[in-house]
């Protein structure tokens, strides 16, 4: 049965009729819904610049991690937390490269400040990305990474141990601190940062003065509190929360669990393997740890309430380490990722970080058209055409080439349908309200002129999987956060002005008005009244996003006006 054919059973326009507006009306609520009330970085509340207040602040809330089982390597590493205030004049560590400016405070050891210098929170806000930031600056929304080592029998350094500067090992891009406890073990830690990247190289080394060897366990977690913010949250097209990367066996395994599971379960399984990564992440932005490639690690995520928030953690334990009495040493390496979600930069980072990147179920076409757009942007940029509506313009272009041979038999089989309007109509006069009388005549009819009406959906079923692949593209990619293009100041959000909108709706009007009139008074309806449905759908849509769906629309209108005046149907 054709789309514009008369149904035989005499319910079905009423049900398509309803279909059709409970459809458009799901779409438009959800979709205002998650705009709105769960939120997008273009709406969210500013955040407080953590570069520039923790150096004032005189309590912090440190996690210290403390293990029922030190010396099992496959016991969890985010078991226990206790909450200790930071000393008022005691000082943070600060260091930088060209991306980053952050602190290491010296109680705990933690690295709690990190701004990306390159990024902003608001489009309209001056300053950094405050990546990561203490619990006193902010309760609701903090986050930080945490790292020390458990004993049985052995004090490790803790939420309430004070580090001390090694002061002339200290750089601008490294910091270096000591603790000593007092049954014969010195810790270092040494935070360096690699240069113009956002990776950071940590090193760990305990020095064993006793006259008995010890066996410790290492770990390190991100931790943030209040699990998705109100300018970000996951959803079923785009995940982000905790999330990372190990391989089982042979197989490499990405592990994701939303923030409401660890929640209910408290405590997420426990995973071991090697490789990979662990972390959280949130729609552009990602916290990770990197552990040595061959080590096999004990893996977990978890959950727990500290002073009336969520706290949420991505835990790794290494293997345990045992040093040698009389002066034995003992090193760990590994690596930190907080930084942009990126494909480029997290590919270059290596231990499959860039699957920090939700590609979703067209994951192949997803990243076929991101690899394009990329390039399309790079081509012009070096025209000085430089944006990423441009490129956007450009490839919805080039799909349009590419599909043209198939539009191209559906929009001539939709001109011989218009064609044959006047003998339709002629049909619907002599059939009256006798519907199957009627759908069978039009099919006679139609296989005399050798019309198939079914290639008129052939535009539209080639269009849904690159529509979709096209919402995940500038879902995921970084680039499209904040980048301008004519009016707009971000095309990862909705058009401000609803220009896009209101301009593909119209369009939309155009296509339909050159598609052959529907002989039921019921679907003329639907059609009649789909452009301002799909306008009002589309007002929240990403603008990147609206701009592919107006540009396929003005290409459509032009290749089907320009068959429909080949074959005399205008």
Avoid at 103 to 125: C, F, K, M, P, S
Wanted: charged fraction near 15%.
């Amino acid at each position: 049965m054709s789309l514009y054919e008369s149904p035989n059973q005499p319910n079905t326009n009423r049900n398509l009729l309803l279909a059709v507006v409970l459809c458009g009306a799901i779409l438009f609520v959800s979709d205002f819904f998650t705009q709105h009330y769960l939120g997008h970085h273009l709406l969210g509340a500013p955040v407080k610049n953590a570069a520039t207040t923790a150096q004032t602040e005189a309590t912090a809330t440190i996690p210290a991690t403390v293990s029922p089982a030190a010396n099992n390597p496959t016991a969890a590493s985010t078991a226990a937390v206790a909450t200790v205030p930071t000393q008022a004049n005691l000082p943070r560590l600060p260091l930088s490269n060209s991306r980053v400016t952050g602190a290491i405070t010296l109680q705990g050891g933690v690295l709690d400040t990190l701004t990306l210098n390159q990024y902003r929170h608001e489009i309209t806000e001056v300053g950094g990305y405050p990546m990561l930031t203490p619990a006193a600056v902010s309760p609701s929304g903090a986050e930080y990474m945490v790292a020390g080592w458990q004993g049985s029998g052995i004090e490790g350094p803790s939420a309430q141990s004070v580090w001390q500067p090694e002061a002339d090992l200290q750089q601008p891009d490294r910091v270096v601190m000591v603790w000593r406890n007092s049954t014969g073990q010195s810790f270092q830690r040494t935070w360096q940062l690699r240069p113009n990247s956002y990776l950071w190289d940590v090193t760990e080394q305990v020095v064993n003065t006793a006259t008995m060897p010890v066996t410790l366990t290492p770990y390190a977690q991100v931790v943030r509190h209040g699990g998705y913010t109100k300018a970000e949250r996951s959803n079923f097209v785009n995940y982000f929360g905790p999330m990372g990367q190990l391989r089982e066996g042979d197989a490499l395994l990405l592990k994701e669990e939303g923030f409401g599971a660890v929640k209910k379960a408290k405590e997420s399984e426990v995973w071991q393997g090697a490789g990979g990564w662990w972390g959280i992440t949130s729609q552009y932005f990602a916290a990770a740890v990197v552990p040595p490639a061959g080590m096999v690690t004990s893996r977990q995520f978890a959950y727990r309430q500290e002073a009336g928030q969520d706290v949420y953690t991505a835990g790794i334990q290494f293997a345990p380490q045992t040093v040698a009495a009389n002066g034995g040493t003992a090193t760990l390496q590994y690596m930190v990722y907080a930084g942009p979600k990126h494909y480029a930069m997290l590919k270059e980072a290596g231990a499959g970080l860039e699957q920090a990147i939700s590609w979703g179920w067209f994951e192949v076409l997803v990243k076929g058209l991101y690899y394009v757009l990329t390039m399309l942007q790079a081509t012009f940029s070096q025209y000085g055409l430089a944006g990423w509506g441009v490129a956007v313009m450009a490839l919805t272009l080039l799909l349009k080439i590419l599909t043209f041979p198939l539009a191209n038999t559906s929009y001539r089989a939709m001109a011989k349908m218009k064609k044959l309007q006047p003998e339709v109509e002629a049909l619907k006069k002599k059939h009256g309200e006798d519907q199957q009388a009627m759908a069978m005549a039009m099919m006679a009819l139609y296989k005399e002129k050798k019309v198939n009406p079914m290639s008129g959906c052939w535009p539209m079923l080639i269009q849904i999987p690159i529509f979709f692949a096209m919402y995940k593209v500038v879902l995921v990619m970084f680039e499209f956060r904040h980048a301008e293009f004519l009016w707009m100041s971000d095309l990862a959000v909705y058009d401000p002005f609803y220009v896009l909108p209101v301009l593909m709706g119209a369009s939309m009007w155009v296509q339909f008005k050159l598609n052959p009139k529907p002989t039921d008074p019921v679907q003329e309806m639907v059609f009649k009244w789909m452009p301002l449905m799909m306008t009002v759908m589309f007002l929240w849509f990403p603008a990147g996003l609206v701009l592919y769906w107006l540009t396929n629309n003005v290409l459509s209108i032009a290749q089907q006006a320009w068959m429909m005046k080949r074959e005399k149907a205008l």
